[in-house]
């Protein structure tokens, strides 16, 4: 019952204390001198989902273990550990190690990559670290946006392909279909490449987002997730296909009124559809604005 957004970040919170205490405890166990060196030249790394702080019950933990090239040498002990700790944990990760002048050579390979690392936050570690990679990795990218807008285009309208160009489809996938949350993170990423900013208020204070754009996405956002955690809850696992089965069981659970003319079950997908159609929209204009024909 609680909002989407406010059950992602407190689980976002608790994914960070265990995150935190898994390396503390990792680190004790290392000879001191080693210990200390991996902690004055490593960060950890939130990305996508995790990074922006809207981690799903049941999504994966994306993280980077971030090190300076003095320490290569000891970096894949370190990185080993932390993939049985926390894969000990039963949580579902997707862990990366890497030194930052490599970053960039691999982002503008893979749009899934860029896109994730357009999503990144510190957390533990060296934060001056981080702060040299964000900033570099930031004007690596959108000095390059002429190249990155159209790759991170191509790679979304792929996935619309594979799970539903129409946001009026019968099942939809609420992440991944048209006018999911994968439209919404579309704003994001194409406002961190072409603006440097990702946070859809802080494009809306630049002037590149219309006040109703930016409520049309927030309002949306909650929706979606509070929608996706549900989902997530009820399976016990990663789940995002709005299936019929999960249509009748969340409108009643919401208790949808209906009438003679229209069922329970036909007002929640109304109102499903009246979000996921607004978004599209605005991701569409947005990303027409962002297209390189367009960047002077």
Known sequence: ??????????????LDEV??????????????????????????????????????????????????????????????RMVADLGDTGL????????PDEIASLAFGDASILTSLAESRFLIGNEE????????Y???????????????EQARREERVKYGESPFLLEPNIKRSRGGLRDIQLVRWLGFVRYGESEPEAIQRAGHLSKRDFRILRDAGEFLMRLRNEL?????KSH????????????????????????PVERFMQEYF???????????????????????
Request: include cysteine; charge should be positive; aromatic fraction near 6%.
């Open 92 to 99: 579902s990760l997707g862990f990366n190690v890497r030194h």
């Open 129 to 136: 670290l981080y702060d040299r990679f964000a900033t570099r």
């Open 19 to 80: 995150v935190m205490e898994i390396y503390e405890a990792m680190l004790a166990d290392f000879e001191p001198k080693l210990a200390g060196r991996l902690r004055a030249n490593v960060a950890l790394v939130p990305n996508g989902g995790f990074g922006r702080r809207d981690s799903a019950p049941y999504s994966d933990l994306d993280l980077m273990l971030l090190y300076h090239r003095s320490i290569a040498a000891d970096i894949d002990g370190l990185a080993k």
């Open 1 to 14: 019952g609680s909002p989407g957004i406010q059950v992602c970040n407190k689980l976002t919170t608790v």
């Open 138 to 152: 930031k004007r690596q990218v959108t000095g390059s946006r002429r190249r990155l807008i159209p790759m991170i």
């Open 240 to 263: 995002d296909l709005l299936d019929r089965a999960q249509q009748m069981r969340i409108s009643k659970l919401r208790a949808y009124q209906g009438d003679e003319a229209v069922l």
């Open 274 to 296: 009246h979000h996921t159609s607004e978004v599209r929209n605005v991701a569409a204009n947005f990303a027409r604005r962002t297209r390189p024909r367009q960047i002077a």
């Open 232 to 236: 997530h809850f009820h399976a016990g």
